[in-house]
DNA sequence: ACACAATGTTAGTCTAGACTTACAGTAAGT
DNA sequence: ACTTACTGTAAGTCTAGACTAACATTGTGT
């Protein structure tokens, strides 16, 4: 039980996933991202704490503020983990075609 | 918060993960996952619902025995979710190389 | 120095869900 | 029909973690 990619598990959260859809828009600081949401500042602040751990944002200091972006290096985790699985994939699909067309 | 993505949730689960994992290697039916898992067999079988329900596997009688393979439906859908990201992550990387060069 | 604004952190509560045990169902062999 | 494999399901327990409230910290402006 490796416990291998942790950007999955970050990412499996809803308001964690919408935290990070909202900084698709481009980087913002943490009251931008709390604003809209329905949970409290403190509940934001924690989850771009675990997103940040999986690197998946990067943040820095503006100020008092600090402003977040998308990390790419969590998303290319998360692709090189999933291309894994896609020749064993296609290659199951094929044969469940092949089966229902004979 | 319209969870979208249960494919994500699906595989955030380290054990649910290293059933999924295993099937990488061919299919296999609920008995043999179980063998070589620290957990129950009532487990597996829980987690492969799951897995079946985010369309990440399926399943086929063979006998007695359940034969479950991976889905290439849920992998497609982890791709197009991820793929929203890539733009604006290499546009960040790109603007953070370029600071760090200066 | 003081006030304010923005954020991180801690302690504590509470719910989702991962797990086990026990039971039910179904197919194959004798 | 009976037994044996193999699996799904239900009920109950228990822990990880999502959330809030209160406090600590740091930077900015006057």
């Known amino acids: 039980m490796t416990n291998g990619q942790p950007q999955l598990a970050a ?17 913002a600081s943490v009251g931008d991202l709390a604003r809209g949401l329905p949970v409290s500042r403190p509940a934001v602040s924690q989850h ?9 944002v990067t943040d820095r200091a503006e100020g ?3 402003v977040y972006r998308i990390d790419p290096h969590g998303l290319a ?3 090189t983990w999933l291309d894994q ?5 296609l290659q199951a699909y094929a044969q469940e075609v092949a089966r229902s067309e004979h």
């Open 11 to 27: 990412l499996a959260d809803p308001t964690r996933r919408e935290v990070f859809e909202r900084l698709r828009a481009g980087e």
């Open 48 to 56: 771009l704490r675990a997103l940040k751990a999986a690197h998946l």
């Open 85 to 89: 699985f896609w020749e064993v994939a």
């Open 64 to 66: 008092t503020r600090r």
């Open 77 to 79: 985790a998360i692709r």
